[in-house]
DNA sequence: TACAATGCATTGGTTTCTTATGTATCTTTG
DNA sequence: CAAAGATACATAAGAAACCAATGCATTGTA
């Protein structure tokens, strides 16, 4: 089974910054493909998702690049910069704080009529 | 506190249709306003994102119309149909499911370098 | 030698939400 | 009683974020 894409939405760039943080660097494909392995496939972050979220990371300062070569391939190196460490603790809070409100919502029960 | 707009992105379908099969009927006022008690203000659904998407369910043939008028004030209330019914319990239970990845990711340990 | 995998990236389009606006009625308060 | 706020519907223009498709180039494998 594979999520449908809306529940990504919202959730990208704060997966992004979390394995940014405890992995020190990451490229683009390394990324995709650790969500891949650790979700067992239900979460796949398109090429497409995935390279404009880390250029608009990169433009907010919160992460920063460099450059390797792998052979003759290239390999875009992002890590995060000061103002990103203290970022992704606030959207890490954030979003888990939102789960636990929507497990909540999901688990009402009906009114009494 | 309010979560930021877009991790409601993608949840918003799954909230109205679990609402209206805790609830039987609901109008979109009601709606807006349930939710907001429920978490406390923390989840604020307007109306210009509310409307679109009951119409949309409504399109899908999800949920039924049924319009009623108290004085000369006229409230739409929304049921979820037979279809609906069906598609909630996958819908949570995905969303739930979702929720449950999000959470393993978020809580990943630094690889052994 | 062809195909799959690795690795970067962009473009066009769609979905989904936000902000703003519009209309109208009912209730509360100074 | 007038004004303000709450109730109740709705749409429109625009932005944000993602998807699908595509492109280029290199490396590994059958």
Same mark, same amino acid.
């Given at each position: 089974? &594979?999520? *449908?894409?809306?529940? &990504?939405?919202?959730?990208?760039? =704060? &997966?992004?910054?979390?394995?940014? *943080? +405890?992995?020190?660097? #990451?490229?683009?494909? $390394?990324?995709?493909?650790?969500?891949?392995?650790?979700?067992? +496939?239900?979460?796949?972050? %398109? $090429?497409?998702?995935?390279? /404009?979220?880390?250029?608009?990371? !990169?433009? $907010?300062?919160?992460? %920063?690049? $460099?450059? !390797?070569? &792998?052979?003759?391939? #290239?390999?875009?190196?992002?890590?995060?910069?000061? %103002?990103?460490?203290?970022?992704?603790? !606030?959207?890490?809070?954030?979003?888990?704080?939102?789960?636990? =409100? #929507?497990?909540?919502?999901?688990?009402?029960? /009906?009114?009494?009529?």
């Amino acid at each position: 089974m &594979i999520y *449908s894409s809306e529940l &990504i939405k919202g959730t990208l760039k =704060t &997966i992004v910054l979390k394995l940014l *943080s +405890d992995n020190k660097k #990451m490229y683009g494909y $390394e990324i995709t493909q650790t969500v891949k392995e650790m979700t067992l +496939d239900k979460i796949q972050i %398109t $090429e497409g998702a995935l390279y /404009p979220t880390l250029h608009a990371l !990169e433009e $907010e300062g919160l992460v %920063t690049t $460099e450059t !390797e070569y &792998i052979g003759k391939r #290239m390999r875009k190196y992002y890590s995060l910069s000061p %103002t990103g460490k203290t970022r992704v603790k !606030e959207k890490v809070k954030e979003l888990a704080s939102f789960m636990d =409100t #929507m497990t909540f919502l999901l688990d009402i029960k /009906p009114k009494i009529a």
